[in-house]
């Protein structure tokens, strides 16, 4: 897993549409049966708007490629990035992505919720 | 995550299990609670009250944050009869996010070419219902009126602990048909969980006011109260 990520962001809105909640975590078990690295980062926490309920699942494979949704398509980005270190060193964290946050993270809500995300390795 | 907790989750879900998948945020807790082995768990009323509301959530127990990952299998609708009423109740079903199946033996009611955007299936309740697994997820309406076709399925309702059991028919009908379950050795208490006549009491005169007052009746059966077989645990 090193270098640049290879994940495309366009796509995001069509994946989210497409991939139910079953596909998502049978997809994160076909990864890592296949012998890949995987996360799954999970919305364990919303406050006022935020786009996606709690329960919601993103699962991440290490070679990039990603099934589900944890916003609009917001913060996706960033939960790869860290998911991406998370199947490096093992550590479970918490995220968390709101309007107020912009500075801390590359990305915010523009729908003005507040999300906290669980990202763990699968393994 | 360990693989096999993940692959037991999938499992669950693909065999219609209810499963809730607990993590503690520190990583340091990780457990798959099924209704069976929830009695002994730590965090039992959490898990129950989750299981109930059909939701995910974060949970506080004794200091620490665990979140229950809550998986309950989609909600079915077996509608016996392919009749006016199910013409109405299709869509809105579909709507409310049911998934629902139709069941008729008579083939000039179970038509694709009536129900267009259904499954039906021209088969009898007897012969159709057991490969199909009814169970706590599931709703039953039996609207034929014919004794030979509601009753085998309200008997397999019964037995298979299905959260709504309603049938169509006067008072005067249900009471035979209570007087024909009662022979064939159901009790009181199961007897009782049938919903006739079926539908909330709106008023409704037409199939598709009927049909509404059946899928409100569902609804209520489904988030307002536990579903029945969970209490009994």
């Not at chain 1, 690295?37 to 919305?43: H, P």
């Amino acid at each position: 897993m090193a270098g640049a990520m290879r994940y495309i962001l366009p796509n995001i809105t069509e994946l989210i549409m497409l991939a139910s909640d079953d596909d998502i975590l049978g997809q994160a078990e076909a990864w890592a049966n296949a012998g890949k690295g995987v996360a799954l980062a999970t919305v364990i926490e919303t406050w006022g708007s935020a786009p996606r309920p709690v329960g919601s699942h993103l699962a991440i494979a290490e070679d990039g490629h990603f099934l589900g949704s944890v916003s609009g398509g917001c913060v996706e980005g960033d939960v790869v990035t860290e998911a991406m270190d998370c199947i490096s060193d093992g550590k479970p964290r918490v995220l968390e992505f709101g309007v107020a946050d912009e500075t801390a993270w590359r990305a915010g809500l523009s729908c003005g919720g507040r999300i906290r995300v669980y990202v763990e390795r699968i393994g | 995550m360990r693989r096999e907790l993940l692959a037991e989750l999938n499992a669950a879900r693909r065999e219609r299990r209810a499963a809730v998948l607990v993590s503690s945020l520190d990583g340091q807790v990780q457990r798959l609670v099924t209704p069976d082995t929830l009695a002994g768990d730590p965090l039992a009323e959490q898990i129950d009250a989750a299981l109930r509301a059909g939701k995910s959530t974060l949970v506080e127990h004794e200091g620490t944050s665990f979140f229950l990952t809550v998986q309950v299998p989609p909600v079915r609708l077996v509608v016996i009869g392919a009749v006016h009423i199910s013409q109405a109740l299709a869509p809105m079903a579909r709507l409310a996010g049911f998934d629902m199946v139709i069941v008729d033996p008579r083939t000039a009611f179970a038509t694709p070419e009536r129900f267009p955007d259904v499954q039906v299936i021209a088969e009898w309740p007897e012969t159709v219902l057991p490969p199909m697994k009814i169970d706590r997820y599931t709703a039953i309406c039996c609207f034929t009126h014919d004794p030979k076709i509601d009753d085998p399925a309200l008997e397999q309702a019964l037995r298979a602990d299905c959260f709504s059991v309603g049938a169509l028919g006067s008072r005067k009908t249900h009471g035979k048909r209570v007087e024909r379950l009662q022979a064939k050795g159901f009790g009181e208490a199961d007897i009782a969980r049938i919903r006739a006549p079926i539908g909330l009491d709106i008023g409704a005169i037409t199939p598709t006011e009927i049909a509404v007052s059946v899928l409100g009746e569902i609804i209520l059966s489904l988030r307002k109260k536990p579903l029945r077989a969970q209490v009994a645990q």
